[in-house]
């Protein structure tokens, strides 16, 4: 380690404070030439608005930036573009209906007096492409490419500006298997040409392969850093949540009761087809598969949102008419949506408006809403569930992704739903509120819901379920009773349908 | 600037404007005020018992005028009360005053006051007296002292205002509870044309004209109502049942709306109607505050509890904020968007009505451009065009503006095409500044 100017990133003391949070504290990161560093932290750790100083879209309140060991001050985020930081969001950066090549060379497009040199665009294009090993057409709509393309336009486009320093928030999370085994090869030449990588991730399995070192974030403060040969996922979760955790799933034993929900022979489209299940009092039914497998779509079913052209549900021996979602939360069966953002909150509404809106039965008398008695018991909640919030009007759009998901579980909880359905539960959810909803899903099994839980996560799906059900291709694949003898291994295979199998 | 910001960020930043719009044109329009007819006879009266301690003998004058005989009048009333000795009042002009003068000196008898309105105070014929008449000395004249005061604060001129807008205001309760389900309505213009029609088409039709019955008449514009709300349930149910945008389904029924009204009316104003059907439109019956003010405030208190305490108002904001989540919520979207619609069409239908009863006829001319004012008074309101946000006083506070810049221009005599101009300019900035406020008081250039 010598002097500070070898640094290819440095950032000194960044001190940044929104209205209410001290979102960032006196933070110091540095990162060299060709080295992948991983950054580290929960939910509302304070990775994303250090990621948005440096790449310029937040100016730090006080603290120094340097790149290459000239001090930066940047207003706007195409500075720290010209500087050489890029960075690649989540959420990308790519208008949909320009061509892959268009969307690189977007803002810097080689041209005479406003005329476009069309070919030597895509010569250029391809030559990029060729460089990081993508096989896209440079003629295709962007709008045609699959995630794991318009990640590679993305850093395409990165590397056409001359990009150093290259910023990942969080680029697997979209990604199949095989995709991120690519991408890992990519940042691996990508650092062999002298790039700094800065990769940004909750799985940690893949910091191990990937990073060089990483540093760990808490509340806001760097809390350390770890070497190469330190990375150890124990110690990294140790870390982050700042103590420790001895299991990441708290499996219960448990004895199913009598069978709550069934469904039989439910069709829609090619998405779901012939599918019948049953769900116990007391149990965790997971249901897996690789994504787009139908698992998404046999839920809605289940839950009026999508209408079945075919098949029956029965609840308790009942059979239900699913018209809309007010059917089946009339009838006691609620959903949490995988995408929260878009399906589960109304982010420019408070959390507590959220909160009442399946419960304004429950808090109103003839239309008339009793904001008291709605405040008194969504506070109640907030102490339960630990939901980390300034006030009960907070806009939902404030809160971390773990207690966004809190939020939706307590609205869920007062209706006091017999079957609970869990899309994803803790898909960009820190470590330590993961463990909360892990316990909480426990206890309601305990005490005789019916529990669905939708998951491609597959330590997840051995770690909390009773029952796993497979499925591809909008079918069941195969039905498992969760054991010492059913692995990861069995459930890909099935997933990819290598024999259907019933254990 | 800082107190700039916090007044612009909180929900009715526009009071702000409105109030400084108020404070701007109460100054540009202060003037003396001349009183007339009986209240200059009341000042006068205050004045009197101020100069004297007791009472004595007093001429009336005043001009041959309705105000003058009314301040005559009045004055002679108060002074009597207070114990005055009137020893005649003079109506007209110099020649009668200088009768009246002669008689009272000529009797011989004392006179303390001469109480007249302010033009007599200087007429050769009082001068003259003044010099000839010894007597005359002792007398005091007085007339009603004129004040300084805007004429943009005059009670009648903020009636005025609130009338002019009252229909205006009604139609944006409708309109901002489309915009907070992120959609808008163009056709509450035309459907005041076919309400006005409509119900003044019923009224002659079915009730006998201008000899119809009160039930008569509250029928017809029931009626019109009615349709004006199932048009808007129509429109509705293209949004909310086969996803239309709304534009697009509210440009369809403005023009449906407008051929309608024509059709109907045969491009000709319907005024057959009784005397009386003017009522809601020019009659006053609380403490002279015009009845169209009166319902307006009544519905946008109505509206306002709607929104901010019940599940419906809940809804609303729910669908406009995030349809999907709401929907997943248990939410009837579709039925919420239908009401919502339905309600808008029947508000533009009362607006026809009241506006038939303004001008005591239907025609098909009615609303012309109407719905761009109610949008722009939504806008400059704070509602976000995007949905999901928004307060209904806001919108009245959106009304005002208007409607003050409108009246303030009126009387400093701007002329209406200026007037147009302005009025594009305050939509632009409130637009403008409802983006900076969303941007966090940003500019990104």
Not at chain 1, 120 to 137: L, P, S, T
Not at chain 2, 248 to 256: I, P
Not at chain 2, 362 to 369: E, H, Q, R, T, V
Request: proline letters at 3%; aromatic letters at 6%; glycine letters at 12%.
């Amino acid at each position: 380690m010598s002097a500070g100017n070898q640094y290819l990133l440095e950032l000194k003391g960044i001190e940044k404070r929104f209205p209410g949070v001290h979102a960032l504290q006196s933070v110091d990161f540095e990162l060299r030439s060709g080295e992948c560093v991983a950054l580290l932290g929960e939910n509302g750790a304070g990775k994303s608005t250090l990621i948005k100083v440096m790449g310029g879209a937040h100016q730090a309140d006080s603290g120094l930036v340097s790149v290459q060991g000239v001090l930066q001050s940047w207003e706007k985020p195409t500075d720290s573009l010209d500087a050489g930081v890029a960075i690649i969001y989540q959420e990308f950066n790519l208008v949909p209906g320009l061509t892959a090549a268009e969307n690189v060379f977007l803002g810097i497009e080689p041209s005479d007096f406003g005329w476009v040199r069309k070919s030597e665009e895509k010569e250029k294009v391809r030559e990029v492409f060729n460089r990081i090993g993508a096989e896209i057409n440079p003629g295709a709509l962007c709008d045609s490419l699959t995630v794991a393309e318009k990640q590679l336009v993305e850093i395409a486009k990165a590397l056409v500006r001359d990009a150093q320093i290259l910023v990942m928030d969080e680029p697997s999370a979209a990604l199949t298997k095989k995709e991120v085994e690519q991408l890992y090869l990519l940042i691996d030449e990508l650092k062999l040409r002298g790039i700094g990588v800065v990769y940004v991730s909750h799985r940690l399995e893949e910091i191990e392969r990937v990073a060089d070192r990483a540093i760990v974030m808490r509340d806001g403060a760097r809390v350390g850093e770890l070497g190469r040969e330190e990375l150890d996922r124990a110690k990294i979760i140790e870390m982050m949540v700042g103590r420790k955790l001895e299991n990441e799933f708290p499996k219960e034993v448990r004895t199913p009761g009598a069978v709550r929900l069934r469904a039989k022979n439910l069709n829609r489209g090619q998405k779901v087809r012939n599918v019948s299940l049953e769900v116990r009092a007391g149990e965790i039914l997971a249901l897996t598969g690789l994504v787009g497998a139908g698992r998404t779509e046999t839920v809605r079913l289940l839950f009026g949102a999508d209408r079945a052209d075919t098949g029956e549900v029965e609840l308790d021996g009942r059979t239900l008419q699913l018209g809309s979602p007010s059917d089946a939360i009339e009838a006691g069966i609620c959903l949490l949506t995988e995408d929260r953002k878009d399906q589960g909150l109304v982010l420019g509404q408070s959390i507590k408006e959220n909160f009442g809106l399946p419960n304004l039965k429950k808090f109103s008398r003839k239309g008339w809403v009793n904001r008291s008695l709605e405040g008194q018991s969504f506070g109640e909640y907030i102490k339960k569930l630990q939901i980390k919030v300034s006030g009960q009007s907070q806009l939902a759009s404030q809160l971390s992704g773990g207690n966004q998901q809190k939020v939706v579980l307590a609205k869920w909880l007062e209706r006091n739903a017999e079957i609970l359905i869990f899309d994803e539960p803790t898909r960009g959810i820190d470590v330590g509120a993961k463990f909360e909803i892990y316990q909480w899903m426990n206890q309601l099994a305990k005490a005789g819901k019916g529990i669905i839980m939708i998951s491609s996560e597959l330590p997840e799906v051995l770690g909390m379920s009773d029952r796993i059900l497979v499925m591809k291709e909008g079918q069941l694949m195969g039905e498992l009773v969760n054991g010492p003898e059913v692995t990861q291994e069995v459930l890909m295979s099935l997933a990819i349908g290598e024999h259907a199998a019933c254990l | 600037m800082k107190w700039i910001k916090t007044i612009f960020s909180s929900d009715y930043g526009m009071l702000g404007v409105l109030v400084i719009l108020c404070l701007f044109f109460s100054w540009i329009t202060l003037e003396e005020q001349q009183p007339e007819g009986v209240d200059a006879a009341e000042v006068l009266a205050l004045s009197v018992d101020q100069a004297f301690e007791l009472p004595g003998r007093v001429l009336i004058a005043g001009r041959k005028t309705d105000s003058g005989e009314a301040f005559t009048n009045r004055l002679d009333e108060l002074l009597r009360q207070r114990g005055w000795e009137v020893t005649g009042i003079v109506q007209g002009g110099p020649p009668e005053l200088g009768k009246g003068l002669r008689s009272s000196f000529d009797l011989n008898e004392s006179l303390d006051l001469l109480a007249c309105e302010k033009t007599f105070v200087k007429l050769a014929v009082l001068q003259n007296f003044q010099k000839a008449e010894v007597k005359m000395a002792e007398v005091l004249v007085m007339a009603p002292e004129s004040s300084f005061w805007p004429n943009f604060l005059k009670a009648s001129n903020l009636l005025n205002v609130a009338n002019q807008i009252a229909v205006i205001a009604i139609l944006a309760i409708g309109m901002t509870l489309i915009v907070i389900t992120a959609g808008i309505d163009l056709s509450v213009g035309s459907l005041i044309a076919v309400s006005a029609v409509l119900a003044t088409w019923v009224i002659r039709e079915w009730f006998g004209g201008d000899e119809a019955t009160v039930a008569g008449m509250i029928a017809g514009c029931g009626f019109a109502i009615l349709i004006c709300s199932a048009l808007g349930l129509f429109s509705g149910s293209m949004v909310a049942y086969f996803g239309v945008p709304p534009f697009v389904a509210t440009l369809g029924m403005m023009m449906v709306g407008s051929g309608l009204a024509y059709m109907l009316s045969g491009g000709l104003s319907i005024y057959q109607l009784p005397q009386s059907f003017d009522w809601l439109g020019r009659g006053d019956d609380l403490g002279g505050i015009p009845n169209a003010v009166v319902l307006m405030v009544v519905l946008y208190l109505l509206a306002h509890t709607l929104m901010s305490r019940t599940t419906l108002g809940r809804y609303i904001y729910a669908v406009g904020g995030n349809p999907e989540a709401a929907r997943l919520s248990g939410v009837p979207v579709k039925k919420i968007l239908l009401g919502v619609y339905a309600s808008c069409g029947a508000l533009a239908g009362l607006g026809g009505v009241i506006m038939a009863s303004q001008f005591k006829s239907g025609d098909p001319k009615y609303g012309l451009m109407y719905e761009l004012y109610v949008i722009a008074a939504v806008v400059v309101g704070g509602t976000s065009l995007s949905g999901g946000r928004g307060k209904v006083f806001g919108t009245l506070i959106g009304a005002f503006i208007i409607a003050v810049i409108q009246n303030g221009m009126n009387l400093t005599g701007v002329q209406s095409y200026t007037q147009k101009v302005v009025l594009g300019m305050v939509l632009l900035a409130a637009v403008l500044l409802d983006m900076l406020k969303k941007r966090g008081w940003k500019l990104s250039l």
